[in-house]
């Protein structure tokens, strides 16, 4: 069996089986598509047993056939490794070490004690 064969049964067992979904969500949706309005459990037992036997043949070819066919994808490699910034450690600046902060102080202490 080739690559191509296989995936035109499994392509064609998957149509099969979407067909009979879309028949029975049809039904479910809108019984008045069955003529004979005393049919409906047995159109939804036919469209049922359609849609489990498709399926059923598509997972046993996938899974006896699959693996030589259609092997799994390789998991993915390590992607473009990304560098994060070395984290900074912060600072507590006090007036002493700096002298903008120093004249604020001296600056906020001057307006208390004007408005006092």
Same mark, same amino acid.
Request: no cysteine; net charge negative.
């Given at each position: !069996? @080739?690559? /191509? ?5 499994? !392509?064609?067992?998957?149509? *099969? #089986?979407?067909? #009979? ?6 039904? &479910?949706?809108?019984? @008045?598509?069955? $003529?004979? /309005?005393? #049919?409906? #459990?047995?159109?939804?037992?036919? /469209? ?5 036997? /498709? ?9 006896? &056939?699959?693996?030589?066919? @259609?092997?799994?994808?390789?998991? $993915?490699? $390590? =992607?473009?490794? *990304? ?17 903008? @902060?120093? *004249?604020?102080?001296?600056?906020? *202490?001057?307006?208390?004690? =004007?408005?006092?």
């Amino acid at each position: !069996m @080739s690559k /191509h064969l296989y995936d035109a049964t499994i !392509m064609q067992l998957k149509g *099969r #089986a979407l067909e #009979a979904y879309a028949a029975l969500d049809m039904l &479910f949706s809108n019984p @008045s598509v069955v $003529p004979d /309005h005393t #049919a409906w #459990a047995q159109e939804i037992i036919k /469209h049922t047993t359609i849609l489990a036997e /498709h399926e059923n043949a598509m997972v046993t070819l996938q899974q006896y &056939f699959g693996p030589r066919y @259609s092997p799994p994808a390789a998991p $993915p490699g $390590p =992607g473009p490794t *990304r560098q994060t910034p070395p984290q900074e450690e912060s600072l507590t600046t006090t007036p002493e070490m700096s002298s903008t @902060s120093r *004249r604020e102080t001296e600056k906020n *202490r001057s307006t208390k004690e =004007g408005q006092e």
